[in-house]
């Protein structure tokens, strides 16, 4: 059964999620957003989505760019869990997963690591 959250309270635990990222690599994360919305319009179950150019791939040309977006998707993510405790893990593993292709760490690879 789906947990009714608040938007606030969400983004609440996402912040919680960014503040855990170890501080080498979130002063390492460069020209990113992270966003909430309620759902992706073409997959109502994704969680999580990053858009951009992974630091791995920009060249000395990337430059005057907008803002790579990390965003996570509220109600797919609050689909899947039983209770809050559940949505922070969900959210936390949601994060670290957007935040790991922002450095380049592709899928076959987070799935290996387990965050998949």
């Known amino acids: 059964m789906a947990v009714e959250m608040s938007r606030r309270r969400f983004e609440e635990l996402v912040g919680d999620a960014l503040d855990a990222i170890p501080r080498e690599l979130a002063s390492a994360m ?3 957003v992270v966003l909430v919305e309620a759902r992706h319009p073409d997959d109502e179950t994704l969680l999580g989505l990053y858009e ?3 630091l791995t791939e920009r060249t000395t040309d990337y430059a005057g760019v ?3 977006r990390i965003t996570l ?4 993510i609050l ?3 039983d209770d809050e405790d559940d949505v922070v893990h969900e959210v936390a593993v949601t994060v ?4 790991a292709h922002h450095f380049g760490i592709d899928e076959d690879t987070l799935h290996r690591l387990g965050w998949g």
Do not use: K
């Open 30 to 32: 460069d020209n990113v």
């Open 52 to 54: 951009g150019v992974a």
């Open 66 to 68: 907008l803002p790579d």
């Open 73 to 76: 998707f509220q109600d797919a």
């Open 79 to 81: 689909d899947i869990c």
């Open 96 to 99: 670290v997963h957007e935040i």
